[in-house]
């Protein structure tokens, strides 16, 4: 059972803001993931984070930046948003070379429309 | 390079049908892992079961039974006696031990419609 939350579940918002999408895990995992996923559509990831003050860009390019203070939180943030960032945005966590291969759980995600 | 097809896009059956949903992987690396993950309605990827390269048992689960073949490069999820619950996008993916990162590769994804 994993303990993983993401807020907002769901976020409108107008061309320009700044958003900050939040998540944070209780297991005490050391690497931590972002994943971009539109409606129907595989995850592409975005960012992953190795432990505290580690952060890398994934696969997709991604106009968000992402920083890791703390083990337990991985905040996304936009400092512009624009409609093609609508999306949703997963995140995750594994354990560091666990035996279970690094098995990634996941949160709830958020959906975000920027209109 | 590695990459993870899963062909069906869309399925559909009746309650109590069983239902089998392929997965086919490409890999260079001799050891790797390969997930199922389910995405309800809700949104949120529920991790279903991992497997290793080194771990050709095909593993039963209530339900959900998964058959892994190296000869075929194939990891298949079948479902028997489905139900209105089971209906959801269901994601194949493959993580590479030399992969930096840990990352998943994720295929396109099956969505399973199960009507009463």
């Known amino acids: 059972e994993a303990d993983i939350y993401q807020t907002p579940r769901y976020l409108v918002i107008g061309t320009g803001k700044k958003i900050t999408l939040e998540c944070s895990q209780t297991?005490?995992?050391?690497?931590m993931y972002w994943y971009q996923q539109d409606p129907g559509m595989e995850l592409h990831l975005i960012h992953y984070?190795?432990?505290?003050?580690?952060?890398e860009k994934g696969d997709l390019s991604s106009e968000s930046t992402v920083s890791r203070i703390r083990t337990e939180h991985f905040p996304l943030t936009l400092e512009s948003a624009r409609p093609s960032h609508t999306s949703q945005y997963l995140c995750?966590?594994?354990?560091?070379?666990?035996?279970?291969?690094?098995?990634?759980?996941f949160g709830p995600g958020t959906r975000l429309l920027v209109l | 390079a590695q990459k993870v097809t899963q062909a069906q896009t869309e399925i559909s059956v009746v309650e109590k049908e069983d239902v089998t949903l392929d997965c086919v992987y490409e890999?260079?690396?001799?050891?790797?892992?390969l997930f199922w993950y389910k995405q309800p309605p809700s949104g949120e990827l529920v991790f279903l079961i991992r497997?290793?390269?080194?771990?050709?048992q095909n593993e039963i689960s209530g339900r959900y039974s998964w058959n892994f073949q190296k000869s075929t490069s194939s990891f298949n999820f079948t479902i028997t006696a489905s139900q209105v619950v089971d209906s959801a996008v269901y994601f194949c993916?493959?993580?590479?031990?030399?992969?930096?990162?840990?990352?998943?590769?994720f295929g396109q994804g099956t969505e399973l419609s199960v009507k009463p």
């Open positions: 993916a493959l993580s590479e031990a030399n992969n930096q990162g840990g990352k998943l590769i």
């Open positions: 297991m005490g995992h050391d690497k």
């Open positions: 497997r290793n390269s080194f771990d050709e």
């Open positions: 995750a966590s594994s354990e560091y070379w666990s035996s279970e291969g690094e098995t990634q759980y």
């Open positions: 984070s190795y432990g505290v003050n580690s952060t």
């Open positions: 890999t260079r690396d001799t050891t790797y892992y």
